[in-house]
């Protein structure tokens, strides 16, 4: 590979990059590999450095974990409105504001199809509060898959990322209300309860094309799930805190980053001995047809269940 010449990039796209550039480099300041990987792969979904623990996830069905997802962008989100709340931004300004910040994190993420998804679905629901206008999920759905799709409609059928991404947000929608039945069975302890709910909600969605697309069930991935989901979050939020403090006083971001080594620590820990075991996955595959029958049975039972609540 030979270099023809350099700085003929965008300056918007090229400052991004080099943002990004460093905070890579200010995490792998902070943590050492593998977890400067792991923490990389949680803020923005940076999975370069994870080496065999990228087997390990999706043999104990948790690769979700290191994509970027509905929840990085609340939180980027987040943290624009209450600047700009504290900076007595204008109300339009401060639309505009943190619709380009999500834009921008989207860019800065590598613009995978989840983060697309979720970039978009944001801000759609900003807009419609900005216009004061209620936003439902579906519609705000249905809206982000036909502006991603117009733009390349390979997704459609070719992205796995795509579809994966859209089912288990889906899942979490609509067929979480199926499950609720059994809630009053599951603990509350640590939000238990929603984690199950959540995680069993996003199989259900995701596993007819899981099986079609890559042949490959996780028997264990309810159990690791349930056991690690609930830290995932706060590891976000520690990992956040630590660069910023690291960024400012790089001895206390050491200092700060050190609970979430520990968290990191336990899920790789956990992660690593449930994928030890002989049975954790097994290779199957679903033919197409198969996968489309209990699609459409699903979508049956969600009807049936929505009519019986009216």
Known sequence: ITKLSSGNDDYIFTAILQAKHALAN???DLWPEPEASFMAGLLYGYRGGLGELNELFSRTGVTHIVAVSGFNISVIATILITTATYAQVQRQKAFWLVSVGIVGFVIFTGASASVVRAGVMGIIALLAKHVGRLSRIGNVMV???????????????????????????????????LLQRFEKYLPEWLGLRENILSTFSAIISTLPLILYQFGRLSLIAPIVNVLILWLISWLMLAGVVAVMIGSIIPQLGIIVAWPA?????????????????????????????LALLVYILLIMSIIRHKKRKK
């Open 261 to 289: 080594h520990m968290g990191m620590q336990y899920i790789i820990i956990v992660v690593k001995w449930f994928a030890g075991l002989s049975w954790a996955s097994v290779d199957i595959r679903a033919p197409a047809w």
């Open 143 to 177: 809206t982000a898959a036909v502006i991603m799709v117009l733009q390349n409609p390979l997704v459609l059928w070719y992205d796995a990322g795509f579809q994966l991404s859209f089912l288990s947000t889906l899942g979490l929608v609509y067929v979480s209300p």
């Open 26 to 28: 200010k995490i792998s």
